[in-house]
């Protein structure tokens, strides 16, 4: 298998990363030798596995409904890159 | 085109087809704090001023479920009288977008929490069911403002994380008018329940409509379009419509129907292609690692089970069975928990010897009429439930006639004034002693001798100039029984 | 003076705690060194002034109650930190100054600790050398131009160059062992669920755990039963009994049995990392441990497995870095345009391919083949361990397949990189406790680390065996200042 230049730029699109022609085949190269050794996992067979999504062997805790996080615009909008005091701003959304 | 209530019908030259539909409702859960954070879940606060940090993705901030929105939706999965997973899962849903802070929604994939259930609808042609698919929990996203600048989008995260069920249907509604039935019939179990205020205006409750079209009696399903978040009655209608329309009109034209999401723009009234997804969206699920699975026993299932108020379907049989409704009454009493509560409380307060008939005319007549013309929900209503079962009960031993009793309503609505108060300050009691009535007539009768003896030489139709008199010299309050029966007597 | 610094955090609680030292000169001490010690690249945010301040006013009033009273102490930089500019070592966090504390390092400060700084660490957490850092490479304290592994490099340089007596790294794949066993230290990650994860930059949700790295065992051990707490914030944190650590570490660990797992031999395996295990195994047996030869049949599957779990995990929790909310915006010319700027500008590359190769495992097509793969290969890891545990009560391996490497020298080949985590990866697929802890040196007088893998919860067990060897061993750090003109 070999991960090919249309591929990187498909995923770099779904990771919302541009990348360029040289950066892609810098990628492309660095992937293919990473998956070449991850290959290895296809000499196991697994299919009577059950797939482990997470080793703590307990199940989720419930929390109360309770308000207890409030009135921390100030703290929520400080860090934003662009100024406003009440909202986030991003540049403009094309539909 | 032909229409009738549980089917929609399009015609073309030498086809008819028949439209095809599944739901995907998302349903806002009624909660004081959201889904994975203890931020508040208020409508209408100031922008971002119902955000946690976990709300906003702060690096680090990890979500915590809220217990109460998981009983909620396995309420809401008992009103649908669907199977309650006893495992489920919480996968990441990845995109990328302004309101979506974390990059990921958290929603369940594989494993919802709630599994198969049904919906009864009840149409003019009888009753219909319509299957549940599954019901899982998921995160609200935030709000993108794009008309408050030019060049840049606003973004307002009160939203963000507050927890939705959604609720999708199989594609078993086959009209418009069906759609509307089954959606105001989910609205009315969740707020029976109080999983979900319901409210359309404010996004509560809001909708992903899956349309196709087939030739009427095939078996096989059409390509379907999804209309992405519509959120009225109203506008599902009319994007049904068109879509159908349109999907009709590309097979006539001999063209295919592509697979896609669209918008309704509810300015032009119709569909459109949502250009902007068309990247092929590859959501990425996978199964968040920063929750375990969700486990509830049978036990907390049970118990909620046995918290589960009296429910549309349920109520409507009661009151048919108890009340002697007819079933279009019991419909209409059941369709809203606050009509239904606010019936059940003047049953109760008009006592043993009660007038059903008599209660439910009011209700629907007369005081329906008045909350519709002030724009007013049954829980506002300006009479109370005691005071309309007074006013029933006044009517039914005869203190008032029908016809005051209107004029004792119109006193009612101006601060709730018990109707008994308003018949004594105001004098409308009837007028109901024999001896009285007797003299009354009469003095009528000696004041027009001669229609009396035309009476008699049998000019009937003279009796109801007598009535009139009578209840005008009472000033509308004799009993009109009386008058009749006494009448009778001396005009024989 | 200087010989504060030398001290072990149990010496300097000890005089705190009798008075003989002040917390400002303790503090000060570590300042001092830290100002001296700049070439070593260990911190990325300093927080001296401030230090010295909380010093002071600890000492007016000093609670010697406190299981850290007074003691100064940097933390890697993927702890939130109030107040204090947190940058997961990336330009996309450069400028983000959190408003809010995580749990452990809040553990730490209710115990009477001092925060000194925030130290260097590979970007996210990603990598094997603190050569991903934005903030530049950090200077193993062993030799000029070493690196100090990762991704808790800065944290392992600062103890082992004595700029702090104590601190905290996390370990997703082995970034607390592997740096500890390059700067010969000793560096515990704990089992899964131990420590809470609020407030600590996430890399791979179900892998990361923070942990101690200290001078020494007993150091470790203290500081695992502060940092060790229940949290509700944290839905993965675990409610079990935890023990007092330091309290209860003992030498004794006579019929203990220990395995040795006949996988870790791996191929191309350097003689002297053999020779290190060797010892390490007659260390144990001199303790009066019981050996048993164990097989953990999946061991060479694990890196690949990690090489799709963290990676797939970490595309997803590194996607709310998009310039919208904190940190680096790139400009743009709408919504898009700006987060694949904001994105491709603010991380580096190996961020960058990792969040590639995580994008592909999870993508349409590929998730059965790849990700449920991984998941079902990492069972089967977690099986083997779980039927070793029927026989032994703790494994016994190197802690990496060589010693600390030259600044650059793999920095242009992932996959040898990668091959460094060999021997900690699985304990992390695992979810299993296991500690480094220095036990020789190779010829050029680098140290080498042994690593003990417990049962999950099981810490204390690990920590007393470690305990133990380290006094067979009793390992002396070369360490020359070499950086201090």
């Not at chain 1, 999504?53 to 996080?69: C, G, I, M, N």
């Not at chain 3, 242009?412 to 990866?425: A, E, G, K, Q, R």
Request: proline share 4%; with cysteine.
């Amino acid at each position: 298998m070999s991960i090919d230049l249309k591929t990187i730029k498909h995923i770099s699109k779904l990771a919302r990363i541009s990348v360029d022609e040289q950066k892609a085949e810098k990628l492309a190269e660095d992937l293919n030798s990473i998956f070449k050794f991850i290959e290895k996992l296809n000499k196991l067979k697994t299919d009577n596995v059950e797939p482990l999504t997470s080793v703590a062997e307990t199940t989720l805790k419930l929390r109360s409904d309770e308000v207890k996080s409030k009135d921390i615009r100030e703290q929520i909008i400080k860090n934003s890159p662009q100024d406003n005091e009440d909202y986030f701003v991003v540049p403009k959304v094309i539909e | 085109m032909s229409k009738n209530k549980s089917e929609y019908l399009i015609n073309r030259k030498d086809n008819q087809y028949e439209v095809v539909i599944g739901l995907e409702v998302h349903a806002q859960v009624t909660s004081e704090s959201k889904l994975f954070s203890t931020s508040a879940t208020k409508f209408g606060a100031e922008p971002n001023t119902q955000v946690s940090l976990v709300d906003a993705a702060f690096p680090g901030m990890l979500p915590v479920i809220n217990e109460f929105c998981v009983k909620q939706a396995i309420k809401t999965g008992i009103g649908l009288n669907a199977k309650i997973n006893n495992r489920s899962v919480f996968d990441r849903k990845n995109y990328f977008y302004a309101d979506l802070p974390q990059g990921y929604q958290i929603s369940q994939f594989k494993d919802p929490i709630v599994g198969e259930g049904k919906v009864i609808l009840d149409m003019p042609e009888g009753q219909k069911e319509v299957g549940i698919e599954r019901l899982h929990l998921e995160q609200d996203a935030g709000k993108s403002i794009h008309d408050l600048d030019p060049q840049n989008t606003f973004v307002d995260l009160n939203r963000s994380g507050v927890a939705l069920m959604e609720i999708v249907s199989k594609p078993d509604l086959r009209s418009p008018d069906e759609v509307s039935v089954y959606i105001k019939k989910l609205r009315s179990i969740m707020r029976y329940l109080g999983t979900c205020d319901g409210n359309m205006q404010e996004g509560s409750l809001r909708a992903d409509v899956n349309v196709s079209v087939r030739t009427k009696g095939s078996k096989e399903f059409g390509t379907r379009c999804e209309i992405k978040n519509v959120n009225s009655i109203k506008f599902m209608q009319m994007a049904i419509e068109y879509e159908a329309n349109r999907q009709v009109d590309l097979i006539e034209e001999g063209k295919s129907i592509d697979q896609e999401t669209r918008l309704f723009d509810t300015k032009k009234n119709e569909t459109r292609s949502m250009r902007s997804k068309e990247d092929a969206h590859d959501y990425r699920y996978f199964p968040d690692p920063d929750l375990l699975p969700l486990e509830v026993s049978d036990e907390f299932i049970n118990k909620l089970k046995n918290d589960i108020p009296e429910l549309p379907d349920d109520k409507k049989k009661r009151f048919i069975d108890e009340f002697k409704l007819s079933a279009y009454e019991a419909t209409i009493l059941v369709s809203d928990i606050d009509t239904a509560k606010y019936f059940e409380e003047v049953v109760a307060k008009m006592g043993k010897n009660r007038d059903m008939k008599l209660a439910v005319n009011w209700i629907t007549g007369e005081l329906f009429a008045v909350l519709n013309n002030k724009n007013l929900e049954i829980s506002q209503s300006p009479v109370s439930a005691k005071n309309l079962a007074i006013l029933v009960n006044l009517i039914k031993n005869g203190t008032i006639s029908g016809k005051i009793a209107k004029t004792v309503f119109e006193l009612m609505l101006d601060g709730d004034k018990d109707p008994q108060k308003i018949v004594e300050e105001k004098g409308l009691k009837q007028q109901s002693d024999p001896k009285a009535i007797e003299a009354l007539i009469d003095k009528i009768i000696n004041d027009n001798r001669e229609k009396a003896i035309e009476y008699k030489q049998g000019k009937e139709k003279l009796f109801g100039f007598f009535v009139g008199q009578a209840m005008k010299v009472s000033g509308g309050k004799a009993n009109p029984q009386l008058i009749n029966e006494i009448l009778k007597k001396k005009l024989q | 003076m200087s010989d504060i610094t030398k001290k072990s955090l149990t010496e300097l609680v000890k005089n705190i705690k009798e008075k003989k030292l002040s917390s400002e000169e303790v503090t000060k001490a570590f300042i001092d060194r830290s100002e001296k010690s700049k070439e070593l690249n260990a911190y990325i945010t300093e927080d001296y002034s401030s230090a010295l301040e909380k010093a002071k006013k600890f000492d007016q009033k000093p609670n010697l109650d406190l299981k850290l009273p007074g003691i100064p102490m940097a933390v890697k930089d993927l702890f939130c930190t109030k107040n204090i500019r947190t940058t997961a070592g990336s330009k996309i966090l450069n400028n983000f100054v959190p408003t809010y504390e995580s749990t452990v390092t809040q553990n730490i400060w209710n115990e009477g600790a001092i925060l000194l700084g925030k130290l260097n660490c590979d970007e996210f957490a990603m990598g094997s050398s603190n050569e991903t850092s934005f903030f530049g490479n950090v200077q193993n304290p062993i030799d000029e131009n070493l690196v100090p592994g990762g991704s808790s490099g800065g944290s392992a340089s600062a103890v082992a160059g004595q700029l702090t007596p104590i601190t905290i790294g996390t370990d997703t794949g082995g970034s607390i062992r592997q740096p500890a066993s390059f700067t010969g230290t000793v560096g515990l990650k704990p089992t899964y669920g131990s420590c809470s994860r609020y407030g600590i930059v996430a890399f791979a949700s179900s892998l990361d755990q923070a942990g101690p790295m200290a001078q020494n065992v007993r150091d470790c051990a203290l500081l695992q039963e502060i940092i060790s707490t229940y949290d509700p914030k944290d839905s993965t944190s675990i409610d079990f009994k935890r023990n007092n650590y330091s309290k209860e570490l003992t030498k004794n660990i006579k019929d203990k049995k220990i395995g040795i797992p006949k996988e870790y031999r791996v191929e191309g395996m350097p003689k002297e990392i053999e020779e290190l295990w060797q010892k390490g195994i007659q260390y144990a047996k001199d303790c009066g441990a019981e050996i048993v030869d164990i097989s953990l049949p999946h061991t060479s599957y694990a890196l690949p497995t990690y090489y799709i779990v963290a990676p797939a995990e970490a595309s997803s929790n590194l996607a709310r870095y998009d310039g919208v909310k904190y940190g680096f915006r790139a400009k743009g010319e709408n919504l898009i345009d700006m987060y694949e700027k904001t994105r491709s500008e603010g991380f580096g590359a190996e961020v960058q391919r990792r969040i590639m190769i995580g994008t592909y495992v999870l993508s349409s097509g590929y998730y059965d083949a790849y990700y449920l793969k991984a998941q079902k290969v990492r069972k089967l890891i977690k099986n083997d361990f779980d039927e070793a545990y029927k026989k032994v009560d703790a494994i016994l391996t190197p802690s990496t397949p060589s010693s600390a490497f030259k600044i650059g020298e793999k920095k242009d080949d992932p996959v040898s990189m990668y091959l460094n985590d060999i021997f900690t990866v699985p304990v992390n697929l695992a979810g299993l406790p296991g500690i480094s802890i220095p036990a020789g040196h190779d010829t050029r007088g680098y140290p080498l680390g042994l690593q003990i893998i417990g049962k999950a919860f099981d810490e204390q067990n690990i920590l007393n065996i470690a305990y133990a060897m380290e006094e067979k061993i009793n390992f002396k750090n070369k360490i020359t200042d070499w950086w201090i003109k």
